[in-house]
């Protein structure tokens, strides 16, 4: 059986044009596909059953006995850390948000550890942004600042950007600029029109010096700026000036280097200036597929993004408080529910020493470096392939994701619901 | 001893081996310094050779390769639990921690490279092996 149009559940680039081959409800043939998600579709290895630590081994056990574990480790917490989230579908979310409510807990996602940044400078000075499909049709200019798409977003380039056919273009390869600027000559770099080397940390000094040309005061900026030359400045203020629209694109190379939020926000005025002379867009390269999503569905239920706190029985956000790696290295949590994400492998040591400390839970299709921090481990079936949901593409486009083989795995959204069910039974509010 | 600037991101061998994360070819994706020749030569080693990289934070053997795409003093790593072992917590009240931009010392050694399970269990975590 061919399937055409699946969206890959990888990365925030939601490609929607991969046509899978079905045999014997197993995906063997994968077109149209990056190596990541060819990767993702074509797994095998998986956590078969749910399993638990007892007397310091791990065995198996029923799903019922998984999740009634689950509710019992999260109800008699108190100070219970919901995090993950990323990689799983809205419907699930939803849930989770419920929750976490129910528990008081706090719940973070993925977001906290990657454009968290981003988000809190879209805060404070807004988001001159568009949807990809704009970029792809319009852009006659590109910049990638601080990612690195031909290995992080490998599609990106040839969906939306720099190989894209555009509406409005005859020829995109020759009539559209790329710019990228980053510490090392990255895959993406080496294809780029104009390739700026900054030192590590630099990027608020360019932006500031850039920001300085456009408003006409080049005069202020010293010959080398972070170990840039002027010219070179000079050579992309010209360009940005002189383009018909302009789209800047950003990664954790600005997010999580010195200066954090204060770099993009900086990156966003940078914009800002730039659109009184044309028009300039700027997007965040978003990392899972659903991380976007999650964003969504948490601020129409509690208001806020990410990092909320529910201990005070109102939604309380307060980033460098309530975000997880700070809670973590504060030791403040006393258990821990990770469902969609792996902070085992991406989390500083230090904070995933708590974990393994405070009893951890994990939903997860998949063996990784959490399960081993883990008491519990709930195997489910996996979002974009054995069950279908919504999730956000990084431009905030809602994709509606398919199923494509058959799974005996429970939900994500399904072993949450139990969950929630069991809570509320055991807190006198079934 | 030099103070070298670390950076971790992502790369297409530690993004094609993500739902793989125990298997020796994440292990071996994620645990690669990428280091400029030059300062291969200035500690005395060749690409290939084993070093102890050290922060703040903690320290961890990794592989080099040598590379002229970074600048002297910056070297790089696929995210990752290697590069997390000596990454600190501390946010400076943003949340997000120092995962880039990490002053490291390195230091030739002979030490092996120890297994994603190892560095779980350095921390309290067991394995599970199915």
């Known amino acids: ?430 | 001893m030099t103070i070298y600037t670390l950076t971790s991101g992502r790369t297409i061998p530690q993004g094609s081996f993500v739902e793989h994360k125990i298997s020796q070819g994440y292990r071996e994706a994620t645990s690669i310094l990428f280091i400029h020749p030059m300062d291969l030569f200035d500690l005395g080693i060749e690409s290939g050779d084993n070093v102890r990289v050290s922060s703040e934070a903690g320290s961890v053997v990794l592989k080099t390769q040598e590379t002229e795409t970074l600048r002297e003093g910056c070297v790089f790593i696929a995210l990752g639990p290697y590069a997390n072992a000596i990454t600190g917590g501390y946010s400076h009240g943003t949340g997000m921690p120092d995962y880039k931009e990490i002053s490291v010392e390195i230091e030739p050694t002979d030490d092996p490279i120890v297994t994603v399970w190892d560095l779980m269990e350095d921390i309290g975590g067991l394995r599970y092996d199915s």
């Open chain 1, 1 to 430: 059986m061919i399937v055409e149009d699946v969206p890959c559940p990888f990365c925030g680039c939601l490609c929607d044009d991969i046509t899978l081959t079905v045999k014997n409800n197993r995906i063997v043939g994968v077109e149209n596909c990056c190596v990541l998600g060819n990767a993702k579709f074509l797994s095998k290895k998986r956590l078969k059953h749910p399993i638990m630590r007892k007397d310091g081994a791990w065995v198996e056990v029923s799903f019922d006995e998984a999740i009634e574990e689950t509710a019992r480790i999260l109800t008699g917490a108190n100070r219970p850390l919901l995090y993950g989230w990323s990689g799983t579908y809205n419907e699930a979310q939803v849930t989770a948000v419920h929750l976490a409510e129910e528990l008081g807990a706090l719940i973070d996602s993925t977001t906290s550890v990657c454009h968290n940044p981003s988000i809190i400078a879209i805060q404070e000075v807004g988001h001159p942004g568009c949807t990809l499909g704009q970029v792809k049709n319009r852009a006659d200019l590109v910049i990638y600042w601080g990612c690195n798409p031909i290995e992080a977003h490998p599609r990106h380039l040839s969906r939306y950007s720099t190989y894209a056919d555009g509406y409005f273009f005859e020829n995109t390869v020759r009539d559209r600029k790329v710019v990228v600027v980053d510490i090392r000559e990255s895959e993406t770099a080496k294809i780029a029109d104009e390739f700026i080397q900054v030192k590590p940390g630099g990027d608020y000094l360019i932006l500031s010096a850039l920001r300085a040309m456009v408003r006409g005061r080049g005069d202020v900026v010293p010959a080398t700026v972070a170990g840039v030359k002027k010219e070179q400045l000079e050579r992309v203020v010209e360009a940005c000036q002189n383009a018909s629209y302009g789209a800047v694109f950003f990664g954790l190379g600005v997010s999580m280097t010195r200066g954090k939020y204060k770099n993009i926000r900086n990156a966003i005025e940078l914009v800002s200036e730039l659109n009184r002379k044309t028009k300039f867009t700027i997007s965040a390269m978003r990392g899972h597929y659903n991380v976007y999503g999650f964003n969504e569905v948490l601020t129409w239920m509690a208001g806020y993004p990410f990092a909320v706190d529910f201990s005070r029985g109102i939604a309380f956000y307060n980033p460098g408080e309530t975000t997880v790696i700070d809670v973590l290295a504060r030791k403040e949590p006393d258990a821990c529910l990770v469902v969609a994400s792996d902070p085992g492998a991406h989390f500083p040591k230090t904070c995933i020493e708590h974990m393994a400390a405070i009893p951890t839970i994990q939903i997860d299709p998949c063996v990784n470096p959490t399960t081993a921090l883990c008491q519990v481990q709930i195997p489910v079936a996996i979002t974009g392939i054995e069950v279908a949901g919504t999730a956000y593409r990084m431009d905030g486009v809602p994709i509606r994701m398919k199923k494509v083989v058959e799974t005996e795995f429970p939900t994500d959204k399904q072993v949450l619901d139990r969950i929630c069910e069991r809570v509320r039974e055991l807190n006198g509010n079934g």
